[in-house]
């Protein structure tokens, strides 16, 4: 069963999608009021970084574990349904609030390159609207 809306944050789960290394302001400050911060991110290593920068700006014990994170390449169908699944597992069933700054605009493709543009379209719209 999940904490009711008036719950205080340590007993809450949240969600930051992000492709920028550190976390959001967003997440820091949720974490810093006492939040369970999940991070998405697209290799180990920037998984580590994140956690890293987290806690240094928060000044939280290293040993705290209210911040993890999970693969999550929102171009690739199998790598979102694992870090779904990994998600649900980790909060008990869901989450209470997401961050969500992943998103891209897209490249440049040249004036007639119809099959660029869809490509680039797809792109964004797996990004930005279907990984989500």
Not at 38 to 65: F, N, P
Not at 96 to 105: K, T, Y
Request: hydrophobic share 35%; with cysteine.
């Amino acid at each position: 069963m999940r904490p009711s809306l008036n719950a205080p944050l340590h007993a809450r789960y949240g969600l930051t999608c992000s492709k920028e290394v550190p976390p959001s302001a967003t997440a820091e400050l949720l974490y810093q009021q006492g939040a369970k911060i999940i991070i998405t991110v697209r290799s180990k290593e920037k998984g580590e970084i994140a956690l890293r920068k987290l806690k240094d700006k928060t000044s939280s014990l290293i040993g705290d574990s209210r911040a993890s994170y999970v693969l999550c390449d929102f171009l690739s169908e199998p790598s979102i349904r694992n870090c779904i699944a990994e998600i649900k597992t980790k909060t008990s069933g869901g989450i209470d609030f997401l961050v969500l700054n992943a998103g891209i605009s897209g490249q440049q493709t040249a004036k007639g390159d119809l099959a660029g543009e869809n490509e680039n379209l797809a792109k964004v719209w797996m990004t930005n609207h279907v990984g989500p």
